[in-house]
């Protein structure tokens, strides 16, 4: 029997290089998880098949007798990982029938800081064990000990692992993590805009004029909506031949009004929305004559936010108009400006417009709203005017409710237009996957 912790218990753990020995004879794996309690994309599994981080900070080796090895240098975890979450799963039978299960933490100098071991495994076949995680400037040991009835693809799926079409979105914990004093409990997500902050004026893009108006400010009694609410802007390309670039335009305001800017090249743009707001959010394009034509948003989702796309005149004139209640920030950008598709997560809420450079693959979302959830893709390769863009091509998204999809695009440049998404979603580019290795328990 080890001296140590007792499930749900915590201790604090030097910040050096430890050394965390799992037995006995079971299938081990580390994953290194954000704040929110999500990988960052497969590279944030080490398993057998792919036994070192990229960091170098977390490492896994097999030892005698059945004793698995995670090598981790806290001091070299990045800074974006908040946890390091040690993962036992059984190949065959239940996680009870794993005898002598526990975990043991060693300093440098080879002796126990501190050891874990688990008496109340079930009929679980996966399990997180323990976790190393930050606090107040330091490092924590908790014995977590909370099985997945759902095995290995529902511990997978709750901490944000992308895992194969099909696989079920809820995950299924046996138990709940036992509760933390508040003093010790890590924060949760949020869900909501920013505290109101003095507005600051938005980065230029490469080439930009530098004497743009700044926006007009609101009334001194309107909190503003803050623009880090907006989603960020990645910078174009150098020879981007499809559309114009031009410097941000940013404006504020509250309540109903018409979103106006003057002296934009015709063509598709992205128009950034914001809101802090309890009610009805609607956005339609206005025509020459003043009358409503698209309408881009329609929704009743409080502190509403997303990315949209439209399509400026060739007088260069865009007008939008917005029915709101309470604060607005909104900014207008060049195509150019669009978050670039990758095999990393992005983290997503409301509509957006996604770029693919490369080649044929599919598009994974995981939706995590209650209403509808349309995609649509354009492919610009090609395309010949930039005032216009080329027809939606098929197949396209359009569903309802919580889900995961998946959207093929072809070997060219492609936007990815989520036209309506009224709650938090996830995508990447699905890949040859660590993730569907290690849950194949594929080994080298």
Known sequence: MLRGLIKGDNVFVPTVALRVA?????????????????????????????????????????????????????????????????????????????????????????????????????????????????????????????????????????HGVEVAEGAPVEDSPAEETPEETPEDALPEPAETLPEPRAPRAPEALPGAAKDAAPPAQLPAQVAPVPAAALAPVD??????????????????????????????????????????????????????????????????KKDWRGRLLAVVPLDGRLRLKLKAEGPWHARVLPLAAARRLTEDALECWGPEVLLHTGEATDVSFHYRGDSNFIVDSYVLTGHKDPAKLPKSRFPYINEIGRRREALPVPSDTVLVHVQRADGPWRARLKQPSAAVAWLRRVRD
Request: hydrophobic share 45%.
């Open 22 to 158: 799992v037995r006995n004879d079971i299938d081990v794996a580390a994953l290194l998880v954000t704040e929110e309690g999500r990988v960052r994309g497969d590279a944030d599994i080490v398993f057998h098949g792919a036994p070192a981080h990229p960091s170098g900070a977390v490492r896994l080796s097999a030892g005698e007798d059945g004793t698995a090895w995670l090598d981790a240098d806290l001091a070299g975890v990045e800074e974006a990982v908040t946890r390091v979450l040690v993962v036992a799963s059984a190949e065959e039978g239940a996680l009870r029938d794993a005898r002598g299960l526990s975990v043991e933490v060693f300093g440098p100098d080879g002796t126990t800081v501190v050891g874990y071991e688990v008496t109340d495994a079930g009929g679980e076949t996966a399990m997180v064990l323990a976790e190393l995680y930050r606090r107040a400037g330091g490092w924590k040991f908790r014995a977590v000990g909370q099985g997945y009835v759902d095995g290995l693809v529902g511990l997978a799926v709750h």
């Open 235 to 300: 910078l174009p390309v150098p020879d981007w031949p499809y559309g114009h670039l031009f410097e941000p335009h940013t404006l504020e305001g509250s309540g109903n009004d018409v979103l106006a800017v003057e002296g934009l090249p015709p063509g598709p743009v992205l128009v950034d929305l914001a809101l802090r707001t309890e009610r009805h959010t609607a956005v339609w394009t206005l025509t020459p004559a003043n009358k409503e034509e698209d309408l881009l948003v329609n929704s009743t």
